[in-house]
């Protein structure tokens, strides 16, 4: 457990996050702390079904997906799910009828959301927590062995993802994990929910388990639950979490509005945006969802995506984000002192090392701590340096959309801002960065990302707890066996 991406890479949770959220919760939200809680008690049924489910669109003509993977342990028991992590995979002709299907109620969407777990960053070298067999399908040798997750990159699902926003398609996202792979991959961070913390986020250190979800997130996922008609649920064992309600909710409309399987077109209730058409899950485990999605594809996540490229005619690649060179680390950008966008006013983003900082949002649960620019790493994200011990990365992803004043606020000010009246030269300056284009397309084998050349050793665990993971990484390699 210590070298998975929750445990090991958890920098600088803050232990009292749930007092210190629902403290800012109250005084802003009114949110009552049991609506707040990252995991609740799962009340769906708890057990393997006779046989696999297809979704409720199934075709009569569709088999039962093939279980190429045993396991008797449960995926997820430490979050009540006893479910059994077998594996299963739809034939190549099914696979593709199924997705044909997905297509179809992708164009017919007003408002898909991606709602995405662990196990879409498995292929990226990512540990998850709900594969238990060894022998796993996913387990391959084209998986990377990284030195550091922070090294880890976007997979071809991450890269539809961003081919699928640009199209229109995909309007939201509702993120579980923490790796900000989307937005490596191009996706917009002001479209980006990272409901359960970020690893590049210095505002937004990872929830615990048993912890509480930050006020403001959690109240731009209600809405965005309203909003959404159609979710792609994508490698999460829906174990109960909060945020699950992003597939359960248009699961359950789909079905309540249907009459014998058949969408209503006009039906609205209860506020929603849009009428449902349901949720989709591609994932090779079951869950609880399965017999109440709309379609249930059994394969792995990039090789249903391939499908999906073609009939969408998506053009997925990978991109690097380029900072503007000229700044040479310090921005002008439309924000107030406290970091909220206000296009009135100009405020200098400095982050040459050495600089300190300050966390701006009132919901973080770090509110108003100070960290220092200490570097920058391989891929050139900053490291924000908190106290004596604690790192923290903040992606150039939030610069660039700084710049174009894209994001309602940014994580960090600098300790003393500095902030003027915006002239017309500054205006007509946001105007030019709102029409440049920060993401080059590249190739990773001519032109790879920079790589972590040594494992950059956790500073937010006690020194007992250091010396262990050192151990541990000691023993892997003297075995040979890579992380």
């Not at 777990?117 to 084209?142: E, M, Q």
């Amino acid at each position: 457990c210590l070298l998975t991406e929750h445990s090991l890479l958890r920098t600088g949770q803050n232990q009292n996050v749930s007092q210190s959220v629902m403290s800012h919760a109250e005084k802003i939200k009114g949110i009552p702390s049991k609506q707040l809680k990252i995991n609740k008690p799962n009340t769906k049924q708890q057990h393997t079904l006779p046989m696999p489910s297809n979704g409720t669109l199934a075709s009569p003509n569709w088999p039962e997906p093939k279980c190429v993977t045993k396991c008797d342990v449960a995926c997820r028991k430490d979050q009540g799910n006893t479910i059994k992590a077998n594996e299963f995979m739809d034939d190549d002709t099914v696979l593709r009828q199924k997705m044909e299907k997905v297509a179809s109620l992708i164009k017919q969407s007003k408002c898909c959301t991606a709602y995405t777990g662990a196990g879409l960053s498995k292929a990226a070298g990512i540990a998850d927590y709900a594969t238990k067999a060894t022998n796993s399908v996913t387990s391959t040798a084209a998986v990377p062995k990284l030195v550091s997750a922070f090294d880890a990159q976007p997979t071809y699902a991450h890269q539809c993802l961003v081919e699928l926003e640009k199209k229109g398609f995909l309007k939201q996202y509702v993120q579980q994990n923490h790796d900000g792979l989307p937005q490596k991959a191009g996706y917009p961070q002001w479209k980006m929910n990272e409901i359960h913390g970020a690893w590049y986020d210095p505002s937004n250190p990872v929830v615990q388990f048993g912890g509480n979800l930050r006020g403001d997130l959690f109240t731009w996922m209600l809405q965005m639950e309203k909003n959404v008609d159609l979710c792609i649920c994508l490698g999460t064992s829906l174990s109960g979490m909060n945020a699950d309600r992003m597939a359960n909710t248009p699961a359950e409309r789909a079905n309540s509005d249907s009459d014998n399987g058949s969408r209503k077109k006009n039906k609205k209730n209860k506020g929603w945006a849009h009428p449902a058409l349901g949720t989709v899950v591609i994932n090779l485990q079951e869950t609880p969802l399965d017999d109440q999605c709309a379609v249930r594809v059994w394969a792995k996540i990039d090789d249903a995506f391939r499908i999906l490229a073609e009939l969408l005619d998506l053009h997925p690649q990978p991109y690097k984000i380029m900072l503007p060179s000229a700044c040479d680390d310090v921005f002008e950008v439309p924000y107030n002192s406290k970091g909220v966008l206000d296009t009135s006013v100009r405020m200098k983003l400095n982050l040459k090392d050495g600089q300190t900082l300050r966390v701006a949002p009132e919901e973080a649960s770090n509110f108003d701590e100070y960290c220092k620019v200490a570097s920058k790493d391989a891929a050139g994200h900053y490291i924000c340096q908190f106290g004596k011990g604690t790192r923290r990365r903040f992606g150039k992803w939030w610069v660039t959309a700084a710049l174009q004043g894209m994001v309602p606020a940014i994580p960090v000010v600098n300790a003393e801002p500095e902030v003027w009246k915006a002239t017309e030269e500054n205006q007509k300056e946001l105007e030019r960065w709102r029409n440049s284009e920060f993401l080059q397309p590249y190739d990773p084998v001519t032109d790879p990302i920079p790589q972590t050349k040594q494992l950059e050793t956790p500073t937010n665990v006690s020194s007992k707890m250091a010396a262990m993971i050192a151990g541990m990484e000691a023993k892997l390699k003297m075995d040979g066996v890579g992380r």
